[in-house]
């Protein structure tokens, strides 16, 4: 089993920046491949980004591509994301994801990833 943790939501403004964080706890040994997704409020969950465990294999939603960067520190068992020039439509609720631990591919769909955190929101205004 794997634990997550996210934090670091909260309100700010358009074109600012936040950095959020996922703390991994149980066999996180075995959690090759970490996510960020979001929810926004009426809309599906969408996918946002995804690492790999040598932190050099990442994809990105196109949405996101070029502002975001997601990384983890192995040592902290932490998944970071990075999110640069924030836009109203970048509100939603932000998950943590963890893929079973004999999956070692990049994914985007969320029934890919069988461990999730409880999210924690992220509100942009303009």
């Known amino acids: 089993q794997v634990q997550l943790v996210e934090s670091g939501g909260g309100l700010v403004q358009t074109g600012t920046s936040l950095r959020l964080s996922c703390a991994a706890s149980?066999?996180?040994?075995?959690?090759?491949?970490m996510a960020w997704f979001r929810q926004a409020p009426g809309k599906e969950r969408e996918f946002v980004a995804t690492?790999?465990?040598?932190?050099?294999?990442?994809s990105y939603a196109d949405s996101v591509k070029g502002r975001f960067t997601i990384s983890r520190d192995n040592t902290k068992n932490t998944v970071y994301l990075q999110m640069n020039s924030l836009k109203t439509e970048d509100t939603a609720v932000y998950y943590c994801?963890?893929?079973?631990?004999?999956?070692?591919?990049?994914?985007?769909?969320?029934?890919?990833?069988?461990?999730w955190g409880q999210g924690t929101q992220v509100t942009v205004s303009s």
């Open positions: 994801a963890a893929r079973a631990s004999r999956y070692l591919t990049l994914a985007s769909r969320a029934d890919d990833y069988g461990y």
């Open positions: 149980g066999r996180t040994s075995s959690s090759a491949v």
């Open positions: 690492v790999g465990r040598s932190r050099t294999s990442t």
